[in-house]
C-alpha cells in the first residue's frame, strides 16, 4: 500500500500563485509516475500533470506554461506550482501515484480561484 498526502490548497485570486505538495509514505517506488489530477464541481475527473521516474513531463492543455510539475524521488514527494490561476481551475486536487487506472490516490485538496 501506498498512502498519498496533499497540501498547500487553499483560496487565491485570479492571476495568483499556489504550490500543492504531496508526500508518499508506505511501499513507495520511484518507478511509478506521479501525477496530479482535479475534479471540479459536476465534471468527471482530469489529469492535470504527470510525471516518470526520470523526470519526462506531461501537462494537460489547459494548464501548459501557467503550471509546472515537479519531483524528489529522495524525499517521496511531488509538487505542482501552479501560477497565473484562473476561476476555472477551481478544483479538488488529488495525488496520484502508479496511474489513474491501478494506482493510489490521495484524498484531495480544495483549490478555489476567486475574487
Known amino acids: 500500500q501506498v498512502q498519498l498526502v496533499e497540501s498547500g490548497g487553499g483560496l487565491v485570486q485570479p492571476g495568483g500563485s499556489l504550490r500543492l505538495s504531496c508526500v508518499a509514505s508506505?511501499?513507495?517506488?520511484?518507478?511509478?509516475?506521479m501525477g496530479w489530477y482535479r475534479q471540479a464541481p459536476g465534471k468527471q475527473r482530469e489529469v492535470v500533470a504527470d510525471?516518470?521516474?526520470?523526470?519526462?513531463?506531461y501537462y494537460a492543455d489547459s494548464v501548459k506554461g501557467r503550471f509546472t510539475i515537479s519531483r524528489d524521488n529522495a524525499k517521496n514527494t511531488v509538487s505542482l506550482q501552479m501560477n497565473s490561476l484562473k476561476p476555472e481551475d477551481t478544483a479538488v486536487y488529488y495525488c496520484?501515484?502508479?496511474?489513474?487506472?491501478?494506482?493510489?490516490w490521495g484524498k484531495g485538496t480544495l483549490v478555489t480561484v476567486s475574487s
Open positions: 508506505g511501499r513507495v517506488s520511484s518507478m511509478y509516475n
Open positions: 510525471i516518470t521516474s526520470i523526470g519526462f513531463t
Open positions: 496520484n501515484s502508479g496511474g489513474p487506472t491501478a494506482g493510489y
